[in-house]
């Protein structure tokens, strides 16, 4: 039985229409109260940003409590889309968003977010309860609300018997993007495909993120069921989606994918130009580079389909599905190396926590944890000085056919292999740091760095070291 979609009545205060091609906006105030059935029905999955609480959300709230009568000209207030709707008596229009992930609140999450938080601390203020002070991300919030939605029924009943003390008459500016004719399924499909790029024009006065429009396009989803398979704890400490939450972010993985992806065949972006790897030192110095290539390579027709009419695509590309399967076994890898390296280092006859950036880096610092895992470690290290060693994890990597497919494997289990062998590659890779100064943005943004550890797995499987 196909599950109902929830619908939304909007009334709309000096509303006024546009329509060009197949969009109609219809844009107009509301007062606050129309918001609460937005935020119960609606989320944030349209939005390429989640919200957060921050100095955003404290000057809308300050806005409301000092001048709500001018808050709607401070603010552009909320974009929704959907695309099915119906109109209404008294300026009301009924909307029932199909595709969450592409209709709902497009712009305007911090908006929604601030204002929920002042209707949800009126009314817990009302009965007695202080609003909790980690409330400060969109899941959280929604949390609090549903728990506490009877509360605020209560306290929109006390405003109606007493409405010259009505704090929610204040209005918000509201922007609906609906199809020209929702009964044109032509003009329904057309209306969906521009939403994306509606959504990041809008979203640029804050300059739409790499990774957000990634997600958006499902870029990630592949890579996240596989993390979230494979190591769940790791997977919930990914920022998936901005602002979010999540101390690890999502280019960070990104970057470790290139490690396996490298070892892919060739494919064509869009345009039919090749998709090259990057550079092993982008790795640690440029993963904003990382990210946007790993967009054009996930935008590829020989790598994602396009997913029923809306703009998300799927990933059915058994070579870049493998190198996924590899890449999610990197950050616990990562890890590992990075809690053995102080103590191999100093194996070597080096004096580890002399060196003036690891002293600096650890001073004064009660927490000490491993970046991916959180594993609480003795030394804490600058990534430029891991980084190379992990992208040596390469050289115990290939590219086998398997039933007539291409795919990227291990050629041995890598963690057996780093504890058996990792002191002898850490031994070789160390006569970098000299050479470099000792400094860890050197040794990251150099590529002998690089091609010395890689060169340091390598005569280890040969039986060299």
């Not at 102080?342 to 004096?351: E, L, R, V």
Request: hydrophobic share 35%.
């Amino acid at each position: 039985m196909p599950i109902k979609k929830p619908s939304i009545i909007i009334k709309f205060d000096c509303s006024g229409e546009q329509t060009v091609g197949e969009i109609t906006k219809i844009v107009g105030l509301t007062r606050a109260r129309f918001l609460i059935s937005i935020i119960d029905a609606l989320d944030l999955e349209a939005n390429p940003r989640s919200a957060k609480t921050g100095p955003v959300t404290d000057a809308i709230q300050e806005s409301i409590e000092n001048d709500p009568r001018v808050f709607p000209f401070k603010t552009k207030g909320v974009l929704l889309a959907s695309s099915r709707y119906d109109r209404l008596e008294r300026n009301r229009i009924r909307i029932t968003p199909e595709s969450p992930e592409i209709e709902g609140i497009l712009d305007g999450g911090h908006n929604t977010l601030a204002i929920g938080l002042y209707i949800l601390n009126r009314a817990m203020q009302h009965k007695g309860i202080p609003l909790p002070r980690n409330t400060k991300t969109w899941d959280a919030f929604k949390e609090l609300w549903q728990k506490n939605r009877d509360i605020i029924d209560e306290y929109l009943d006390m405003l109606r018997r007493e409405p010259d003390n009505d704090a929610l008459n204040f209005f918000v500016p509201i922007e609906l993007l609906v199809p020209r004719d929702a009964e044109d399924g032509g003009c329904v499909e057309s209306f969906k495909s521009d939403l994306l790029e509606i959504c990041a024009a809008r979203n640029n006065n804050v300059q739409l993120q790499v990774s957000a429009k990634a997600n958006q396009r499902g870029y990630f989803d592949t890579l996240k069921s596989l993390m979230e398979s494979y190591d769940a704890d790791v997977n919930r400490r990914i920022e998936w989606k901005t602002n979010d939450g999540g101390e690890v972010k999502v280019q960070d993985l990104v970057a470790l994918a290139w490690i396996p992806l490298s070892l892919i065949n060739p494919v064509r972006d869009c345009d039919g130009r090749t998709v090259e790897p990057v550079s092993p030192q982008k790795i640690y110095s440029a993963k904003g580079s990382c990210l946007s290539q790993f967009e054009r390579l996930m935008s590829s027709p020989e790598v994602t389909l396009e997913v029923d009419s809306d703009y998300r695509r799927e990933l059915y590309n058994p070579e870049v599905l493998s190198a996924f399967e590899v890449a999610v076994q990197l950050p616990k890898l990562y890890d590992y190396i990075y809690e053995m390296f102080p103590k191999f280092y100093n194996f070597a006859g080096g004096s580890y926590g002399r060196i003036t950036a690891v002293k600096r880096l650890n001073e004064n610092r009660r927490e000490k944890k491993a970046p991916f895992t959180a594993k609480t470690v003795e030394t804490l290290s600058p990534d430029g000085f891991i980084a190379p060693l992990v992208y040596g994890l390469q050289a115990l990597m290939e590219n086998a056919v398997v039933d007539g497919h291409s795919v990227i494997r291990w050629k041995q289990e890598p963690m057996d292999f780093l504890r058996a062998n990792l002191e002898k590659v850490v031994v070789y890779y160390a006569g970098i740091f000299s050479m470099c100064d000792y400094d860890p943005q050197k040794i990251g943004k150099n590529a002998q760095s690089y091609t010395q550890a890689l060169s340091g797995y390598k005569m280890t499987l040969a039986g060299i070291l």
